[in-house]
């Protein structure tokens, strides 16, 4: 499957509603991937950090402002206060944009049944509301709209991964878990690297993880996986999934190590020869 990262095809304003408009009637993506944050009354919104700052969000009175919890502010003051814009890989410009709820997006979502919808829930102790809380909200959002769409849900960590199934029990949802939990402000490289080591010596290292927190896939960058891990999960029956892909290059090596899902910023002109 190839999902749009942030539902962009590359030239639209990443978790935009644009994006989201623009993407699903493609028939070169499977599905879009979206970043969820739930706001201080528990709205989930598109954004990829628990917080807006200057770096990737302005106010509308053009005042300079301290960096801001998502959690801490309603849904209608922050969309009376902030705009923002996230760069695609074909956009490193993008204009800014009004902040979008996940129910603005599933009222296009419900209008593509056939599309996957792949949420990355970002929790985070002490800057995000708990995870439950996502899962509880989540159910509202989906039910209420009548998704019907084949539903996937990240999370970091296994605890996350039975406490948001438990609020979505009544859903056919699939659960994704990262591997290795990453949160927002942590140094990628030295995450990614202990996680790397941690495959290269402890082969079924992320086939634990899934396995323990009963997750029907793990997502994880292929520089972390080795092809022996991937195929322990696909023996397990765990679907392994992968990011970010964004040139032929990196598309080749996920197809190599046997990826069923491909979250990719470009589209996917050099997919795999076959069906995964």
């Not at 705009?83 to 209008?111: I, K």
């Not at 996680?195 to 972390?224: G, H, Q, Y």
């Not at 092809?227 to 080749?252: C, K, P, W």
Request: charged letters at 20%.
């Amino acid at each position: 499957m190839y999902i749009a990262h942030g539902a962009s095809s590359g030239r639209e304003p990443l978790n935009s509603l644009e994006a989201v408009q623009a993407t699903l009637p493609r028939d070169d993506y499977d599905g879009i991937e979206l970043d969820i944050v739930l706001t201080g009354d528990s709205v989930p919104i598109l954004a990829h950090d628990p917080w807006l700052s200057n770096e990737t969000c302005r106010r509308y009175d053009g005042q300079d402002f301290e960096p801001v919890f998502i959690k801490d502010v309603y849904f209608s003051e922050l969309r009376a206060l902030f705009e923002c814009r996230f760069s695609s890989a074909e956009n490193a410009f993008s204009g800014y944009h009004p902040l979008a709820s996940l129910s603005e997006a599933l009222t296009v979502v419900q209008h593509h049944p056939d599309k996957v919808l792949y949420l990355d829930l970002k929790i985070q102790p002490e800057m995000t509301l708990e995870a439950a809380e996502y899962g509880a909200e989540l159910f509202l959002a989906l039910t209420e709209q009548n998704i019907s769409n084949s539903v996937f849900v990240e999370v970091p960590s296994a605890d996350h991964v039975a406490s948001v199934s438990a609020e979505m029990a009544e859903l056919n949802i699939k659960t994704v878990v990262s591997y290795p939990a990453f949160y927002a402000g942590e140094n990628w490289d030295v995450v990614g690297f202990l996680a790397a080591v941690r495959t290269l010596f402890i082969s079924d290292d992320p086939v634990e993880t899934a396995t323990k927190s009963n997750a029907d896939a793990l997502m994880s960058p292929t520089v972390v996986m080795s092809y022996r891990a991937v195929r322990q999960l696909h023996d397990n029956n765990i679907l392994f999934g992968t990011f970010l892909v964004h040139d032929e290059a990196s598309m080749q090596v996920a197809c190599d190590h046997g990826a069923d899902i491909i979250i990719t910023d470009k589209p996917p002109e050099a997919g795999c020869d076959s069906p995964l």
